[in-house]
């Protein structure tokens, strides 16, 4: 059985400063996304990433793929207020399309 | 991008009733519907899969009987969750997914239920 966990579970950051967070997953996944939910409101695609080694960013976040030690990243640079959301990583065990969550990482920006 | 759409977005309902959750697929058509629960503070829990036509696979520990799933069509899924408790108050998500775009799910706006 696949699962996923994020860690930190709770990120209270100081505006313009950098922090990770992780996503561990435990069996063979092919693909692993990045989503970001305001409060009271559905899902926002950030990332989608398929392959080792496999790196995207937009804006102040940066998401990566280490296939190998099951883990992802999303780095966030110079955070600002408005990044202030709930972000969750997911991934994807087979080509089913089934998705397993993370528990979800609450980011605030403090100014 | 493909849009998902979810109707109604908030439902009230007595203990007892039974409610019905729309899911549709805009501008695409949607070989595959999924169905998440979200109760707050926490992840998304995936309910079941439904593949247009057939019957929908249900996770372990998720009562088919009360949480009726139809996908009639391709841009249409239906979420049926009968005889509501208030344990069933909670934040419904359905997301979709096209044939060419495997690996890409579309998620719904939600829809909030609760029930007195």
């Known amino acids: 059985e696949l699962k996923v966990e994020q860690n930190p579970l709770f990120l209270s950051m100081q505006e313009g400063k950098n922090y990770t967070i992780y996503c561990n997953y435990s069996?063979?996944?092919?693909?692993l996304y990045w989503y970001r939910q305001d409060p009271g409101k559905s899902l926002e695609s950030l990332f989608v990433?398929?392959?080792?080694?496999a790196v995207k960013q937009e804006g102040r976040l940066m998401a990566s793929l280490d296939t190998k030690a099951r883990l992802s990243t999303l780095h966030i640079t110079a955070a600002v207020h408005d990044l202030s959301a709930t972000y969750f990583c997911?991934?994807?065990?087979?080509?089913?399309?089934?998705?397993?969550f993370g528990q979800g990482t609450i980011l605030t920006v403090h100014p | 991008g493909a849009v998902v759409s979810q109707h109604p977005s908030r439902v009230i309902c007595k203990s007892g009733t039974s409610v019905k959750i729309e899911c549709r697929s805009l501008?695409?058509?949607?070989?595959?519907m999924f169905w998440y629960r979200q109760f707050p503070k926490q992840s998304l829990m995936l309910m079941a899969t439904?593949?247009?036509?057939?019957?929908?696979?249900?996770e372990q520990g998720v009562e088919k009987d009360k949480f009726l799933i139809n996908h009639a069509s391709l841009t249409l899924s239906t979420l049926t969750v009968t005889s509501a408790h208030p344990e069933d108050s909670s934040f419904y998500i359905c997301?979709?997914?096209?044939?060419?775009?495997?690996?890409?799910?579309?998620f719904g706006p939600g829809t909030r239920l609760t029930v007195l």
């Open positions: 997301s979709a997914r096209e044939r060419a775009a495997q690996n890409e799910q579309f």
């Open positions: 069996t063979t996944s092919d693909r």
């Open positions: 990433l398929l392959s080792n080694g």
């Open positions: 997911a991934a994807g065990g087979t080509s089913y399309g089934k998705l397993t």
């Open positions: 501008d695409f058509q949607a070989t595959t």
């Open positions: 439904s593949n247009e036509g057939s019957k929908a696979t249900y």
